[in-house]
């Protein structure tokens, strides 16, 4: 049987995620910030996959609340500059070279923290979506070379420009993701359709998503 596939071995397996900030308290009750990908939503639950050595794996298990914000494609140049940074001190030797230690990564990155309603960390200012939650559950995977938390949201705070007015929905012709798509930064190209599912779909008949 013949097939117009072929095999690979490619180094990562990032097929395109939507990137998301994550704001966690350190020991001394300074904040750290943290990009990352492995991010995904069950319910009101949100999934991150974490690197163990990583400053947010520790916070998190030491102290649960968090803020998982989702940047808009243009924020990836700050975004990016966060990627060489660690919380850690001294630098985990896991850790990539190149990899340094800065004890305030909102400046370093550019980025503004603003006030949270329920938990400790800050959000991010100027990310269209913020979610305030709590990290329920924090452990290792199967592999043993990562961490899973488990991250009840309790609070959801969006930029009123991409809610649908006069509803609690995201329009998602409004909003975009900065989305990770082996190791490449992009936002979204034009709609295509909507599920069968979607509570937004008169949007999308008026030229939205």
């Known amino acids: 049987m013949t097939t117009d596939h072929m ?10 995620t939507p990137v998301v900030l994550l704001s966690t308290e350190n020991a001394d009750g300074s ?3 943290a990009p990352m990908s492995s991010a995904w939503a069950l319910g009101k639950v949100i999934v991150l996959g974490l690197g163990p050595e990583g400053q947010t794996a520790r916070n998190l298990a030491q102290r649960p609340d968090l803020v998982i ?12 500059r966060l990627a060489p940074l660690t919380g850690r001190d001294p630098v985990p030797a896991t850790k990539p070279a190149g990899c340094r230690f800065e004890p305030d990564k909102f400046a370093a990155a550019g980025l503004r923290a603003e006030p949270s309603d329920g938990v400790r960390p800050p959000r991010v200012a100027g990310c269209p979506l913020q979610f305030e939650a709590r ?3 924090v452990r290792g995977d199967v ?3 990562f ?3 488990e991250a009840a949201v309790s609070k959801v705070h969006a930029d009123p420009r ?4 006069g509803t609690q929905h995201v329009d998602p012709a409004a909003w975009s993701p900065l989305i990770y798509n082996f190791r490449h930064y992009f936002g979204l190209g034009p709609e ?3 599920s069968y599912r979607s509570q937004t779909a008169s949007v999308s008949a008026g030229g939205g998503a």
């Open 143 to 145: 592999s043993g070379s």
């Open 147 to 149: 961490v899973i938390a």
């Open 135 to 137: 990290a329920e559950s």
């Open 69 to 80: 914000n989702l940047p808009a494609p243009h924020q990836w140049a700050a975004v990016e």
């Open 7 to 16: 095999t690979i071995e490619p180094n990562i397996l990032y097929f395109g």
């Open 162 to 165: 991409i809610v649908v007015p």
């Open 31 to 33: 904040w750290n910030l």
């Open 192 to 194: 295509l359709g909507h």
